[in-house]
């Protein structure tokens, strides 16, 4: 898939940088990614970001929205976009935290692209965690309602979901931190004690699931037997609204060599085993590792892809999620495919779920009441 990605703000910047990230298997020859931040320091720590695409917005440029289009950052975005538009792409992504300051300028940027290019046009936002205040909630509930009605579709990341699994784990997974570390966690599985922002794990997680997306829509080494080409992932979302994207993996174990009887009879042992892990792993996905919890009864349209190696992807299992999530949603498009990878190079067997056109995501709704409460009656 051809994407043009825009982080916008400190939260944007660093997931549009995530995403950037190089993976392997990828030709990703053509994502194209910009961001645009107010502080200099987050601009200049982004990795994978080239350094002409990294744009500085000064705080006093956003202290009044409406003059947002008349200044000299506003054309350099716009020149940006144009620039990084001549090879064509599939759709533009806008990646934000619903709460920050650069959000106000999503609706601004979405009439220059609209402009002079034909491409849907999603965001992706993170919703703040209750621990950053009631004002910050509150804003992220009113731009929430600002930029539904003028994108294609709006993916939604939980930070409070995702903050409280990304502490969970490292609490049963580290060992004892270093003194005085309290918002700072450390890495687990490093030989060296590395301090990280948990965030940044956040991040890691939201930039899987979006470039699971872009090598589905790409050419592949391994042939996949069930092609899901980038027009069924646009379909899926576009005109959608509010869109949820699941992701659980699972590590596959190192199988010594065996003879070829052996291997035969394991073969019939372990197809059962490889459904019921492709099972497993769509339910959690589902119901645990989705990017904000919603109900699958409520959805329109979703979409089914299996990664992993070819040889442990089971039909089987793909065929009980593809009729579990068919009878589920509350609507008739469902479209599936499978990423298989090398076994050489494949150590995950991973289910991805994209549920879109949701009615309603309770998160979103919670956030939705507070200003409600504001409202005169």
């Known amino acids: 898939m051809r994407l043009l ?3 916008l703000g400190t939260a944007g910047s660093r997931i549009a940088d995530a995403i950037a990230e190089p993976a392997a298997g990828s030709t990703r020859n053509t994502l194209h990614v910009i961001a645009v931040d107010n502080d200099p320091t987050i601009l200049e720590n982004l990795k994978y970001i080239r350094r002409d ?3 500085y917005f000064p705080k006093d440029s956003i202290s009044t929205p409406e003059l947002l289009t008349t200044t000299f950052t506003i054309d350099e975005v716009k020149a940006q ?3 990084n538009d001549a090879g064509g792409h599939d759709a533009v992504l ?13 609706p601004h940027l979405v009439g220059i692209i609209r402009e002079t290019m034909f491409e849907p046009v999603f965001a992706l936002v993170t919703l703040p965690s209750d621990d950053e205040g009631q004002e910050r909630l509150k804003r992220a509930a009113t731009n929430m309602r600002q930029i539904r009605s003028i994108l294609d579709g709006v993916i939604v990341f939980d930070n409070q979901l995702w903050l409280d699994k ?4 490292i609490e049963t997974a580290v060992q004892q931190p270093g ?8 890495i687990p599985g490093t030989p060296e004690k590395t301090s990280v922002d948990p965030y940044d794990l956040i991040n890691h997680q939201i930039s899987k699931r979006i470039q699971f997306l872009i090598q589905a829509g790409e050419v592949q080494d391994t042939p996949p037997q069930m092609v899901l080409d980038t027009r069924e ?4 979302i576009t005109g959608m609204g509010l869109i949820t994207i699941g992701l659980a993996d699972e590590v596959l174990e190192e199988h010594s060599k065996i003879g070829f009887f052996r ?16 099972v497993k792993l769509a339910e959690k996905a589902v119901f645990r590792d989705i990017s904000a919890y919603s109900e699958l009864s409520s959805a329109k349209k979703a979409l089914i892809l299996l990664i992993g190696p070819e040889d442990e992807l089971s039909m089987k299992g793909f065929m009980a999620v593809r009729k579990w999530i068919d009878d589920s949603i509350n609507g008739y498009e469902l479209r599936s495919g499978d990423s298989p990878v090398s076994s050489r190079h494949g150590s995950h067997v991973a289910v991805l779920i994209v549920l879109s056109g949701l009615s309603e995501i309770p998160r979103v709704s919670e956030l939705d009441r507070l200003i409600q409460k504001n409202q005169p009656q």
């Open 94 to 106: 806008l990646c934000a935290g619903l709460g920050g300051g650069l959000i106000d300028l999503v």
């Open 53 to 55: 695409r990294k744009v």
């Open 5 to 7: 990605i825009l982080g």
């Open 179 to 186: 003194p005085g570390v309290t918002e700072r966690f450390w």
């Open 263 to 278: 291997q035969k009879q394991e073969s019939l042992v372990h197809r059962q085993e490889k459904a019921g892990r492709i």
């Open 233 to 236: 992932i646009l379909n899926t």
């Open 166 to 169: 990304v502490r969970e784990q």
């Open 81 to 83: 976009l144009k620039s």
